[in-house]
């Protein structure tokens, strides 16, 4: 490996690796106006969007943790305190833990990000009168700029991450009778606090003029914010693409296996290192799982939930690679801890997990039972029938030059922001710190 050192640096400036093509540095970004992404950022890290006003989109999204939370799942309502610190409220506790990890938010605003969450449930559909294909179907508001935009805002719908407990808020109240658009809805509900305001109001005639707030202006302009603030495409990595520099030799050691014999870029493909699709790779289920209140078990079939269709048992989205040193824990229930266990998974995913040890997990304080689906055999087996990875061994060697060259996708100016965590909010209530 060593000996490629040198015809690697001349395969950079020439657009690929060992014969291997590079992806284009093209990636094509929306540019916000500043005041929309003024206002995002205050809408972002402010709790008025929570159903009991405790929890805003940076609980779980904040850049202390690389916009993610620093946990494997997190807690949101009903829960105290920030990232592996955060603690459940013993006067009113969460019901569960959020069932899946929390995905950072870099580059979103990047055109090819057009498909949300971990199983795809919302993604851009020019062919439905609201541009988008959500869980709402045909009850999907218009007016949502982007998939970005609506993707959002459906946390405030979930019980378990901004709504509350059933019947606890007037949020709360009209998600579980099923009244989320339209005058009285959840969203409509939200929207009047925002209106009510005098600062947000006076903000937003800045943006969209003296016409009514609707609860779309509200996400459109939080989406604003993450576009701009958390850009990152100005990592070694890019640079090199550019032209601009050349990895160090460790780097481009892991970027000759990362785009060639460790086939890698399979999957983690284009500038961002996702091929925005769906595979079932054998990670490992913890926590409560992705169930309906009525439902009772404990597993996460991924992508199945939302098509039906047999063959997408257990496939998640592939997860862009930005700033992946710093997003740990990984997985889409955040089975594992570090860089180094979640390649090993790779190489050899039924060994790994068949060999997969709980106690790596990151969980903020909360009493459950968070193994069910993890120790129960039948499960696991299903998990590992629906893997399409091949396993492929790597050395030591290998292993350290790949984490060296995802060291190289971290953008130093994206994991700071651009604006920042911001002093205090319209509606005065505390800002995540």
Same mark, same amino acid.
């Given at each position: ?56 989109? $940076? ?52 055109? *090819? ?77 939200? $929207? ?63 970027? *000759? ?37 009525? *439902? ?93 990875? *091949? ?8 292993? $350290?030059?790949?984490?060296?060259? %995802?060291?190289? %996708? ?24």
């Amino acid at each position: 490996m060593i000996r490629m050192l040198a015809p690697l640096a001349l395969c950079m400036a020439a657009g690929s690796v060992a014969g291997t093509p590079w992806p284009r540095a093209d990636a094509r970004f929306a540019s916000p106006a500043p005041q929309a992404v003024e206002l995002g950022q205050l809408l972002f890290y402010d709790p008025i969007l929570s159903g009991n006003r405790e929890v805003s989109c $940076a609980t779980c999204h904040h850049p202390r943790f690389a916009t993610s939370d620093g946990v494997s799942l997190g807690l949101g309502d009903g829960g105290i305190g920030l990232g592996p610190e955060r603690r459940a409220d013993p006067a009113n506790p969460p019901e569960q833990r959020i069932p899946r990890n929390s995905p950072a938010l870099f580059n979103l605003g990047a055109d *090819e990000f057009t498909v949300f969450f971990h199983d795809g449930r919302l993604e851009a559909d020019p062919s439905r009168p609201s541009g988008l294909r959500t869980p709402l179907g045909t009850d999907m508001e218009q007016g949502f700029a982007s998939a970005l935009s609506a993707q959002t805002m459906f946390p405030v719908l979930s019980p378990d991450e901004m709504a509350g407990h059933y019947s606890e808020n007037d949020v709360s109240r009209a998600v579980r009778q099923g009244r989320i658009t339209g005058d009285g809805g959840a969203w409509d509900i939200l $929207a009047g606090r925002v209106a009510a305001i005098p600062a947000y109001r006076a903000r937003f005639d800045a943006v969209i003029g003296e016409r009514p707030i609707a609860f779309t202006d509200i996400s459109n302009v939080i989406a604003d914010f993450i576009a701009f603030e958390w850009r990152a495409d100005d990592s070694p990595f890019d640079r090199a693409l550019r032209g601009d520099a050349v990895l160090d030799a460790d780097a481009l050691a892991g970027a *000759e296996l990362f785009y060639g014999a460790a086939g890698c870029s399979t999957c983690h493909a284009g500038q961002f290192q996702t091929d925005h699709g769906f595979h079932a790779i054998a990670m490992p289920q913890i926590g409560p799982g992705k169930a309906a209140r009525f *439902e009772t078990h404990a597993r996460d079939t991924g992508r199945m939930r939302v098509t039906g269709a047999a063959g997408d048992a257990y496939a998640f989205r592939t997860p862009s690679l930005r700033n992946v040193a710093q997003t740990a824990p990984y997985g889409h229930s955040g089975a594992y801890a570090t860089l180094d266990a979640v390649i090993r998974h790779h190489a050899d995913p039924l060994a790994a997990l068949a060999a997969h040890d709980p106690d790596q997990a990151v969980w903020p304080g909360f009493q459950a039972d968070d193994l069910r689906a993890h120790g129960d055999a039948a499960e696991r087996a299903e998990i590992a029938a629906a893997n399409v990875l *091949e396993p492929q061994a790597l050395s030591e060697a290998e292993i $350290a030059a790949l984490i060296a060259f %995802l060291h190289s %996708l971290s953008d130093d100016q994206s994991l700071k922001g651009r604006l920042g965590v911001p002093d205090q909010v319209p509606s005065g209530l505390a800002v995540a710190r």
